[in-house]
């Protein structure tokens, strides 16, 4: 897996006359960025504790605005009223979290006396679902324990969230003698998909063996979900000679779009050759396979990048276009007809392909950030909006028209672009962090917020007025942040001249919706977390209206209709 703090960071840099230039006349045209509502730690060390290490590496939200959070922790941390305490190095943990209540409901660990991480999570109604690898001889996932094979070894667990409590339902492994590690997982229906790499020289998955090409290849596998139990379906490997890594996944039915990086001169994917730019360095891939039920098999792939290192980390889909970012070193890197220019060490680029069938290609590209590394560890679409989230070192980086200033070694970043079909901008940016090392490692978008998590190092991180503090800074500590994005919440009713009222809010059975005079009624619309519509209103015909709430689960709603969109907590 990819992690931003590994990657080679340069000394201090003096800001040049011109970067202040770039500043004074771009200032003004940047887009206002929204700041930071909340911030807190996560999994932070007990007093007794020799030091906190803690790293959210994963975030999933829920129909009702839960936000699962899965990474990893060394000693004994407290999230909310849980203590957990890790058996060796590192231990996984998941936790729940609640932005109604501001309180983490449960959480819960995994592992063995090893080095055991997880680093992907996803959730499907109350299924929540983590992927990583264990370098443990044995490692517990509550009632389930799996043995490794020798190195490190792929495992999938499931667990169930039932409100106030999570428990481990089941897990599965796969790997061999060598170092096989899952860094990627989605869930469509009751289909598990996973994928990363294996340096193993043959892995079982179920009943499908894969033998690797080279150093290490990539495998994407799928697992069917039967509730208590689960089975390995089929499995897919590509690469070639060399290093070759899928560190991105996502499904829009039955395709699987699976990115990441080769380094193997030339890497198969299925019946289709990618040739690598440098046999030296390493490119990005992104791939297509479609699932049939009982087998998967390749359907496109595409490559881009340049002469240097250039790599893909993060993936998403919306309907049949394919968002990728990542970094690149390379001078000059190509995506399709795109051409992006480095203005330091490592640049941010964020791609959209177009999946057409049987073929994808690029449509645009665009980078982001200054003369030192700056790297996308995470990428959401949610309608036209794509947001990207990872870690700046430079001392300013330029996301569009929109600068960022450093405050220490590494800063987290958070950005939105707008994507206007044939062409792609950068709507805003904000930043976080302290003096040290800090970097967002996650994202997830809910229909009213943005939230980031990730890690940092620095003694105390600003998160605008909020400021956290981390007592051994020389170790990361967990964050988790979230924003307000203006289009998460926006309506095309007409706005009063007065807000309309909802209450009682928080809600149980039923509330009522006040409007102010002289509002032209309209059809009204409750939807989840989600943005799904889970209940139809007909146009109120007097000032108050009477909504029916029973049935629906306690979270966190929205009503659009009434101007702009009403939150609604239901307990």
């Known amino acids: 897996m990819f992690n ?250 039955t395709s699987v779009y699976v990115a990441g990086v080769f380094a193997s001169s030339t890497a198969d994917f299925g019946t289709i050759t990618l040739t690598n730019t440098n046999v030296t360095s390493s490119d990005v891939f992104v791939a297509k396979l479609t699932d049939a039920g009982s087998t998967g098999s390749f359907a496109w792939a595409q490559r881009a990048g340049g002469t240097g290192s250039d790599f893909a980390i993060a993936l998403a889909t919306n309907g049949t276009s394919v968002y990728v970012a990542g970094g690149f070193a390379s001078l000059t890197a190509g995506f399709g007809a795109n051409t992006l220019t480095n203005a330091g060490i490592y640049d941010v680029f964020v791609a959209k392909l177009t999946d057409a069938g049987s073929t994808g290609s690029f449509v645009w590209a665009l980078r982001a950030g200054g003369t030192g590394s700056e790297v996308a560890n995470a990428l959401v679409v949610s309608g036209n909006s794509v947001y990207l989230a990872g870690g700046f070192d430079s001392p300013t980086a330029g996301f569009g028209t929109t600068p960022l200033t450093n405050m220490g070694f590494s800063d987290v970043f958070v950005a939105k672009l707008t994507d206007a079909g044939s062409t792609g901008s950068f709507a805003w940016a904000q930043r976080a962090g302290g003096t040290g090392n800090d970097a967002s490692t996650a994202l997830v978008v809910s229909a009213t917020s943005v939230y980031v998590a990730g890690y940092f190092a620095s003694s105390t991180a600003s998160f605008s007025a909020t400021t956290l503090s981390n007592s051994s800074p020389v170790t990361n500590l967990g964050f988790l942040a979230s924003l307000t994005d203006a289009t998460l919440t926006a309506t095309t009713a007409a706005v009063p001249r007065e807000a309309a009222t909802l209450f009682p809010n928080p809600a149980r059975r039923t509330a009522t919706l006040r409007l102010p005079a002289g509002t032209t009624p309209a059809p009204l619309t409750l939807t989840d977390a989600l943005g799904r519509a889970v209940r139809h209103y007909p146009a109120p015909t007097s000032a108050e209206a009477a909504l029916d709430l029973q049935g629906l689960p306690a979270g966190l709603y929205l009503l659009r209709g009434a101007g702009p969109a009403q939150r609604l907590v239901l307990e």
Do not use: C
Request: hydrophobic letters at 45%; a negative charge; charged letters at 10%.
């Open 4 to 253: 931003f703090s590994s990657l080679p960071l340069p000394a201090a840099l003096v800001r040049t006359l011109l970067a202040l230039l770039f500043l004074t006349l771009h200032l003004r045209a940047a887009a206002q960025a929204p700041s930071w509502q909340s911030a807190r730690a996560v999994a932070t060390a007990t007093a007794a504790a020799s030091g906190n290490y803690s790293i959210v590496t994963a975030t999933a939200v829920d129909a009702a605005g839960n936000v699962f959070l899965a990474g990893n922790f060394a000693n004994t941390v407290v999230l909310g009223g849980t203590t957990l305490t890790s058996l060796g190095n590192r231990d996984v943990f998941v936790v729940k979290f609640n932005p109604a209540s501001n309180q983490f409901m449960w959480a819960q660990r995994a592992g063995g006396t090893g080095n055991d991480y997880a680093d992907a999570l996803t959730v499907s109604g109350t299924n929540v679902y983590i992927a990583g690898y264990f370098t443990s001889s044995t490692a517990g996932f509550g009632p389930t324990t799996l043995a490794n094979a020798g190195g490190d070894d792929i495992f999938v667990a499931k667990l169930t969230d039932a409100g106030s409590t999570g428990s481990f339902v089941w897990a599965q492994r796969a790997g061999g003698t060598g170092d096989d590690e899952a860094n990627a997982l989605v869930v469509g229906g009751t289909s598990v998909y996973v994928a990363g790499s294996f340096s193993s020289f043959t892995v079982g998955f179920g009943t499908a063996t894969l033998t690797s090409a080279g150093t290490s290849d990539v495998f994407v596998t799928k697992l069917t979900d039967a509730g208590s139990s689960s089975s390995f379906v089929w499995a897919q490997q590509a690469g070639g000679t060399n290093g070759d890594f899928a560190n991105a996944l996502a499904v829009s039915g």
